[in-house]
């Protein structure tokens, strides 16, 4: 069993930037899919952006291309989540995820097993 730990979530302006960061522990292999995921208040879950295990292969929401990168370490079992520009709608809890499906690259929430807390992100105008 993988532990996700999210990081990096605080308020900012309209515009700014941020990367959010989320560390992975519990296991020796590191080779799975992973995404990132958010959730605002009142609405569904939805798919931010995602990436290969490889790290070869990305896939991002339409309101965040352009915007946002998705990126992974895996030597440091690490995964990453650069937004720039942010935007009001861009508020959210912002959750880290893994998937058993080696093939994955996106996808739906359904499609993962293993999460972490979360991290807030607000902007604000």
């Known amino acids: 069993q993988v532990a996700l730990e999210e990081s990096g979530g605080r308020w900012v302006h309209v515009g700014e930037s941020l990367t959010l960061s989320c560390a992975a522990s519990g296991r020796t292999s590191y080779n799975f899919p992973m995404a990132w995921f958010r959730q605002a208040p009142g609405k569904e879950r939805e798919l931010v952006a995602g990436i290969s295990w490889t790290g070869g292969v990305t896939e991002y929401a339409d309101s965040v291309k352009d915007r946002f990168s998705i990126s992974r370490d895996n030597a440091k079992k690490m995964l990453f989540l650069e937004m720039n520009d942010l935007k009001p709608e861009d508020t959210a809890v912002y959750y880290c995820?893994?998937?058993?499906?080696?093939?994955?690259?996106?996808?739906?929430?359904?499609?993962?097993?293993?999460w972490g807390q979360g991290t807030q992100v607000t902007v604000s105008s």
């Open positions: 995820a893994t998937s058993r499906d080696l093939m994955l690259v996106g996808g739906a929430p359904s499609d993962y097993d293993n």
